[in-house]
């Protein structure tokens, strides 16, 4: 028995040395997400390193909270699914309750090109395993939400188990789920570039000194074309105006979405939140826009949920928050195409948050075992460099 134990002790020895030590950029929802599902693999030196003074410094803090598995591509729904599966069990493997909540996702139509795209989508996401998700005329798009006011409607989509999340409740419960597992959190660390020899990252050359890996993953968010090697990621500001806490609308409203111009608004802790995509320029700059972009989105809530007319807009509530873009808008998930040893978990395009449960498993099952669970190969970062970006809908 003694031999046996021992024998099985060595070969956990053998297992734990070769595992790499791993580094990560960004200790974001989706840093610390792979952080924690590589040290719950049983990887044991792993470090994170982020340019902030603590854990979501960056944009985790400023998302709004939706989640949807209403996508065009087969690969966002299969993330969307497995994150969803992972949301239910959260309170379960990791011990907080991360705010999933099923109240839908109706996406409305105003013209027959829009309702074209939804059908398309809509068809996809059946075939991906999302029976759930239906197509509605324009009489039940305003059953399901009674506060819309808009004789242009044609009609919609809609998804019960769509639905909302707390970003920050992910993160705290990844950040403090690693670091029970022995992952080590280094905050205020600015990554100036990287060392290559050869076709590898030797070190990362920080603010603190160059710091060794065997492995190396980029989860820097809109800052991940800012560390040394050229990733196709910009930072695009996004604003949220806020009202006063209000009982005018319930929080148990679906996120409502106008697909057609991106108009949509929802509910949260007692204010209703709208949003537009707007036109803001794309820079680091997260200065909340009240003069060209307020008045707009308030002339879209003001003919289309005239139930909040009278409802004022709370400046200091109001935020603006960053974006991570790649050029077709979609993640960019995998080995780096020239450096052996670089992971790229970048360009979420505003879903990060929603994927990050999935984005931290498939993240370290490349790593571990080269290889992932779910079909990510659309979503390769060589994809650019081969033309073969993906076409599908952005909002969609």
């Known amino acids: ?31 610390t997400s792979i952080a924690y599902h590589l040290a719950a693999r049983g990887v044991r030196d792993v470090v994170v390193l982020d340019r902030g003074n603590e854990p979501g410094a ?16 087969a690969a966002d729904i ?18 907080v309750d991360s705010g999933y909540r099923p109240y839908g996702y109706l996406f409305i139509a105003r013209s027959e090109q829009a309702m074209a795209q939804l059908r398309i989508a809509n068809e996809l996401q059946h075939a991906c395993g999302l029976p759930e998700a239906r197509v509605i005329d324009a009489d039940e ?4 939400n009674p506060a819309i006011v808009d004789d242009a409607i044609v009609g919609g989509t809609f998804c019960p188990t769509d639905g909302f999340i707390r970003a920050m409740k992910i993160l705290g419960g990844y950040f403090a789920a690693a ?31 160059d710091v060794q890996g065997d492995v190396f993953i980029n989860a820097a968010g809109a800052w991940a074309g800012t560390l040394g090697v050229d990733i196709p990621v910009a930072p695009l500001r996004r604003q949220v105006a806020a009202t006063i806490e209000t009982d005018v609308l319930s929080d148990t409203m679906p996120m409502t979405v106008w697909a057609d111009d991106g108009f949509h608004f929802r509910v949260r802790d007692r204010r209703v939140l709208l949003l537009w995509p707007g036109s803001p320029p794309s ?28 409802v004022p807009i709370d ?77 599908a809908s952005a909002l969609l």
């Open 58 to 73: 960056g944009s985790t803090p400023r998302a709004t909270g939706g989640f949807r598995a209403q996508f065009a591509t």
């Open 1 to 31: 028995m003694q031999d046996t134990q021992a024998f099985v002790e060595r070969q956990q020895e053998i297992f734990f040395a070769s595992m790499p030590s791993v580094v990560i950029v960004g200790a974001g929802v989706i840093g």
């Open 141 to 144: 798009v305003r059953r399901i």
């Open 179 to 209: 670091q029970r597992l022995g992952v080590r959190f280094e905050f205020g660390v600015t990554v100036r570039g990287m060392r290559i020899e050869g076709d590898r990252i030797a070190a990362l050359e920080t603010s603190r000194g």
């Open 315 to 391: 400046p200091d509530a109001c935020w603006a928050g960053l974006y991570e873009m790649s050029p077709d808008h979609h993640a960019i998930l995998g080995r780096a195409p020239t450096i052996e040893n670089l992971y790229l978990a970048n360009g979420c395009s505003g879903h990060g948050v929603m994927h990050a449960p999935a984005i931290g498993q498939v993240l370290s099952e490349l790593v571990l075992d080269g290889r992932t669970s779910i079909d990510i190969h659309s979503l390769r970062p060589s994809r650019f460099a081969e033309g073969a970006g993906i076409e």
């Open 283 to 310: 820079s680091f700059d997260t200065t909340f826009d009240a003069e060209s972009w307020l008045p707009q989105v308030i002339a879209f809530t003001n003919a289309r949920v005239p139930r909040l007319r009278d």
């Open 78 to 95: 299969a993330l969307s699914l497995l994150s969803r599966e992972k949301l239910i069990r959260f309170s379960d493997e990791i011990g």
